[in-house]
């Protein structure tokens, strides 16, 4: 393709003006067109400090004949409505982790847009590092024996009172926000045959939202997974791999800034020793795949895959728990 991709963007969060937003300026594939939210006045600030066009609402962008794609950044109880409605308006869409906040509207969204012949990408960006492909390369390579566990986590302090992620009607919680990271790394190192075994969510009675928990996967041969996360922790975002012959220790695993110099440690009974990578920009990274979905008119099967199974498991895991997914407003 020539011509940069054209987004428009739904919502202002914070995450889309630190990371996703100088990343759409910085790549010569993407250009930034629109931004919209729920307050126009908040559109105005947002488009005036990234140089786009503030949108009268939503619809509005969704209208927009120049704008090609749409990155959602919105809390995760509006992605299934906002993703459906880009893409009936025939636009590809980049929307934040989850894709939806139930296995079968993923399902669904995955299905509308192979239909269309629409991208449709998660943006789980740790995924996209080459820090994760070379700790795969190691465990290929033989370096720790054979993979019996990982052990992965993300948490991090409580949020600021008002933050969504306290919001149940806008699909908060610990699960679907810092859940899917450690869960992510466990199907990328352990294969697709991962079955929740067993679950904890500790639910904060004032807010009706879960802020941490911890699961235990299996695979059918025995090899394990065990996660934690939360938001009532000192911060934490890191994964071992327990192999037969060894350890493979990576810490920052998920939001690494683009210029961190990534480590992989690697222990054998005694002796330790680490690799350092270069830094990357793993944003820019989803966006060149994300660009590359746009080129063939449609996502790749092995991502649909994911997206749905990473979904499939966050259901599993609630079920597991004893905590039913709590039914947001405008679902029937």
């Known amino acids: 393709m020539n ?24 790549e010569p594939t993407t250009e930034l067109v629109a931004v919209a ?37 919105l809390p995760a109880g509006l992605h299934h409505e906002w993703v459906g409605r880009a893409l009936e308006a025939g636009k590809h869409v980049l929307v934040e982790k989850p894709l939806t906040t139930r296995y079968a509207h993923t399902v669904a969204m995955v299905e509308s847009a192979r239909s269309l012949g629409l991208a449709l990408m998660e943006n789980l960006t740790f995924l996209r590092h080459g820090l994760h492909s070379a700790v795969l390369d190691l465990l290929e390579g033989g370096e720790i024996g054979e993979l019996r566990e990982v052990n992965a986590a993300f948490g991090f302090p409580p949020l600021g009172p008002d933050d969504i992620r306290y919001r ?10 810092t859940g899917m990271y450690p869960l992510s790394a466990a199907r990328l190192f352990l294969g697709p045959e991962l079955e929740v075994v067993g679950a ?36 934490r975002s890191d994964y071992v791999l327990w192999g037969s012959e060894g350890r493979i220790v990576v810490e920052r695993a998920y939001t690494p800034p683009a210029t961190r110099r990534p480590v992989i440690r690697l222990e054998h009974e005694e002796v330790r020793r680490e690799l350092t990578l270069p830094p990357e920009d793993q944003f820019a990274n989803t966006l060149r795949a994300f660009v590359g979905a746009v080129a063939v008119a ?3 099967a092995a991502e649909t895959v994911e ?23 405008h679902e029937v």
Do not use: M, N, W
């Open 3 to 26: 011509d940069p991709i054209r987004f428009g963007v739904l919502g202002c969060a914070d995450i889309a003006r630190r990371r996703t937003l100088p990343a759409i300026l910085r």
């Open 37 to 73: 939210a729920r307050e126009q006045a908040k559109a105005r600030v947002f488009a005036g400090q990234f140089g786009c066009a503030a949108a009268a609402d939503y619809r509005s962008l969704l209208s927009r004949p120049d704008v090609d794609a749409v990155y959602i950044p």
């Open 168 to 177: 149940p009607d806008l699909g908060g919680g610990a699960l679907l926000d």
């Open 200 to 235: 904890t969510l500790k639910l904060d009675p004032e807010r009706g939202v879960d802020v941490s928990g911890s699961a235990l996967l299996s695979t059918p041969d025995g090899r394990t997974a065990q996660l934690t996360f939360g938001f009532e922790h000192a911060y």
């Open 298 to 300: 449609g996502q790749r």
């Open 307 to 329: 997206i749905c199974a990473r979904a499939r498991l966050i259901d599993e895991i609630r079920v597991k728990a004893g905590q039913p997914r709590v039914r947001l407003p």
